[in-house]
Every structure is written in C-alpha cells, then in structure tokens.
C-alpha cells in the first residue's frame, strides 16, 4: 500500500519540478514491505519502488530494490537506452561488464553506461541486496537478456 498526498504548494514542505501540478505538488509515501517482489527477466528478485509508469511522477529514471541469493546471478544483459547505476546495501559479490569481473561489497556503487553487457553475481554466504536506478526509467523493449541456450 503506499500514499499519495497532494499538499498545497505554499505549504512549508519543499518540492521540486516532477512532482509538482499547478497550485499542488504530490508527496508519495511508500513502505517497502507493501510492495510485492518479482522475478524479473535477468533472474534477479526485485521490488519496483518508484517508476514513472506505474506511479503518478514525472521523473527521469526508475528505482528498484534487487536481491540476489547466495551462489546466485543475473543473467547477462544490456539495457540499450539507459545508464544503470547499483547501490549495494548488503552482503558481497561481482558485476560483470563486457566480461571484466569487479568486486563489489555493501557501502559501494557501480555504474553501467548504456549498451554494455552486464551481470551481478552473489559470491557471499548472505543475500546481495542493492538498488537499481535506471535513466532513463527501465523499459522491457530496450533491454536484451542473454539466456541459458545462448540465444539474446
């Protein structure tokens, strides 16, 4: 369940363009718990916090909350149109870009420009969990997943 509040704009709370619609801006309050989880198509589990397409903003990117398995990854893909940038929060593991394996741990981000391949491996014994903002905001028709049979 989350909350949307449409606050008068001379109220003493600040906003910023995106949010705001005429003499009103729009406030949204949401707990993560409320929000339901789902295997996206890299195989990685995922929480959609805020998304232009399905919240009422007009923002340039998306944000998830993802959450890999120990022994677990992604599979290898390559969003077209959008820049990537991870946020860990916990646990540790590796991104594989263009087949380049970098360590990463909670505490640290990695950026992924558009077009690259890429690939997020839990090498803990604990989950990877990390957030994932997308700009511009996460489209299935610009991105390719590699799958298991080698086919894209």
Same mark, same amino acid.
């Given at each position: 369940?989350?909350?949307?509040?449409?606050?008068?704009?001379?109220?003493?709370?600040? #906003?910023?363009?995106?949010?705001?619609?005429?003499?009103?801006?729009?406030?949204?309050?949401?707990? $993560?718990?409320?929000?339901?989880?789902?295997?996206?198509?890299?195989?990685?589990?995922?929480?959609?916090?805020?998304?232009?397409?399905?919240?009422? %903003?007009?923002?340039?990117?998306?944000?998830?909350?993802?959450?890999?398995?120990?022994? =677990?990854?992604?599979?290898?893909?390559?969003?077209?149109?959008?820049? !990537?940038?991870?946020? $860990?929060? !916990?646990g540790r593991g590796e991104v594989i870009l263009n087949g380049a394996v970098i360590k990463v741990e909670a505490n640290q981000l990695f950026?992924?420009?558009?077009?690259?391949?890429?690939? %997020?491996?839990?090498?803990?014994?604990?989950?990877?969990?990390?957030? =994932?903002?997308? #700009?511009?905001?996460?489209?299935?028709?610009?991105?390719?997943?590699?799958?298991?049979?080698?086919?894209?």
């Amino acid at each position: 369940m989350w909350t949307v509040r449409i606050i008068p704009k001379n109220s003493k709370v600040n #906003t910023r363009p995106g949010l705001t619609a005429g003499l009103f801006f729009m406030m949204i309050h949401k707990k $993560f718990a409320d929000i339901k989880a789902f295997v996206a198509g890299d195989d990685t589990h995922l929480k959609e916090l805020l998304h232009p397409k399905n919240d009422p %903003v007009d923002l340039p990117y998306s944000l998830a909350l993802a959450k890999l398995d120990p022994g =677990c990854a992604s599979h290898a893909h390559i969003l077209k149109e959008s820049d !990537e940038l991870y946020v $860990f929060q !916990e646990g540790r593991g590796e991104v594989i870009l263009n087949g380049a394996v970098i360590k990463v741990e909670a505490n640290q981000l990695f950026l992924v420009p558009a077009g690259q391949e890429q690939y %997020v491996r839990n090498t803990g014994d604990m989950p990877l969990v990390f957030y =994932c903002i997308v #700009t511009p905001p996460w489209a299935a028709a610009q991105e390719v997943v590699q799958v298991d049979d080698g086919s894209k």
